[in-house]
């Protein structure tokens, strides 16, 4: 057992030593990249696309998506015409810092503001890869239920912001029950400074926030 | 990168070991084993706890209940009355054979029908590590999206059953456009001889058919 966790730790330490130099490159370019984490169809790519679309005239977006199998997320971002690099893991259940600084050498940086990246959909894994981004964002849809925070530590723990996705799923006549309190009240105990923003990338509901936070943190790391 | 590949695949083997080992042991025992796996939220707990207060004068059922932190499934387990033995991974994103050999002899077996395990929230890990269960039933709620057996297709491909839950939320009123035929055609696509059963936990509608394949399974094992 203590081999296979010497080699485990071996395996991530050759990841952040691609993490430091990921975010030393997007330091000296003072792009705001930011990694984005959560289970599959909690709404990431929709956030995405929403987010691109809107702040078009604002603030230069462009994309490393990260999926297992099939390119149908990096097929949605491009419809934006936002630039964006595909990384198929092949059963990888997270993107590695190795893969993101070849997408990085692959994306026309000059031209953007911020790099998002699309993590693998997998609420665990992923919070243990660092990929040299500024912050992790961390999606959390309703349907998912207000338990996950305290099931799920890691993430919220390591995030800047928590999105609570999909509220639009909240309105009468629906039977989802989910706790926005709760699910604030136990990712703030684990990360006192995370944001939270409750949105509905659908209908828009709550993004404006969202927007806002996205443009102050690419103002700041422009300097 | 060859000396991980086969460190990782010396993990894999010896956790075959324990896999054999648990499924000589169940079939000795005539038991029915089911290793349930999905995203967090996707509803396990709940399609649990309402399946064994369903069927509790038909069939006896004992639960593994997999977690990374937290005992909060395992209560609304237990308040069922149904044995449940816990196991809090610590953070791996997968229960392993070993830690379900060491579950499964702290379980009155000789008691039960059929054992549940329900593995950790993770829609990509669980389905490379075998348990030695005797089939997997793969759950994705209709909130996560028709597009998931294509992204995430190993999971899928290994299961005897997909169980496509909270159908309540694709009611008129709401925004859920998941395309129940979509989901079927390219899980089907994976693997032909998947039973897919739509289904809401929390209404009950569908039950009725995924009870009748429970029924079936466990006399079979009987044999």
Request: proline fraction near 3%; hydrophobic fraction near 45%; charged fraction near 25%.
């Amino acid at each position: 057992m203590k081999k296979i966790v010497d080699i485990g730790k071996k395996i991530l330490i050759a990841n952040e030593e691609y993490a430091l130099k990921n975010s030393q490159f997007l330091a000296e370019q003072k792009k705001l990249c930011l990694n984005m984490i959560s289970s599959p169809g909690s709404g990431k790519t929709t956030i995405l696309v929403r987010t691109i679309t809107e702040l078009k005239d604002k603030i230069k977006i462009g994309v490393i998506e990260g999926d297992i199998q099939t390119d149908l997320d990096a097929k949605r971002i491009k419809a934006t015409e936002a630039p964006a690099i595909q990384i198929e893991t092949g059963g990888s259940c997270h993107l590695s810092a190795a893969q993101v600084s070849n997408a990085l050498e692959n994306l026309l940086i000059s031209t953007l503001d911020l790099i998002f990246i699309e993590n693998v959909g997998n609420l665990v894994c992923p919070s243990a890869f660092e990929l040299g981004e500024w912050g992790k964002i961390a999606v959390l849809s309703v349907a998912e239920g207000d338990d996950k925070p305290a099931k799920y530590p890691a993430i919220f723990a390591k995030s800047k912001v928590l999105l609570i996705n999909k509220i639009d799923l909240l309105e009468a006549g629906t039977q989802v029950d989910f706790d926005i309190e709760r699910a604030k009240a136990d990712a703030s105990k684990l990360n006192k400074d995370i944001a939270i923003f409750p949105v509905s990338a659908r209908t828009g509901k709550g993004m404006a926030e969202w927007y806002n936070w996205l443009e102050e943190s690419v103002k700041n790391i422009r300097g």
